[in-house]
Nanobody
């Protein structure tokens, strides 16, 4: 019953910006850690950024200083502001949330495509 829906992907030139958003809906008691992961063709899905309920965040070294993760606990949303985009940022970005219904469980969105051209 819990669903995650991503939005905000698209095509941008190198150096440009995008803002991704993810909304969690369903029978939610609480949401713990939330995050963004990305996957390029032929590569494994990798962590981009995570954020705890209190606001503590963690970033992959490759995006530090360029990306910012944030969340709104009242709206059950998590966002990823991506600045100074590089071609190597291209991939499908997936939203993740650890959600408590009866117990805590990980849920994933279907992903949103981000393409950065040279």
């Amino acid at each position: 019953q819990v669903q995650l829906v991503e939005s905000g992907g698209g095509l941008v030139q190198a150096g440009g910006s995008l803002r991704l958003a993810c909304t969690v809906s369903g029978s939610i008691f609480s949401i713990g850690r939330m995050g963004w992961y990305r996957q390029a063709p032929g590569k494994q899905r990798a962590l981009v950024a995570t954020i705890l309920r209190g606001g503590t965040s963690n970033y992959a070294d490759s995006v530090k200083g360029r990306f910012t993760i944030s969340r709104d606990n009242a709206k059950n949303t998590v966002s990823l502001q991506m600045n100074s985009l590089k071609p190597e940022d291209t991939g499908v970005y997936y939203c993740n949330a650890n959600v408590a219904v009866s117990t805590y469980r990980d849920y994933w969105g279907q992903g949103t495509q981000v393409t950065v051209s040279s």
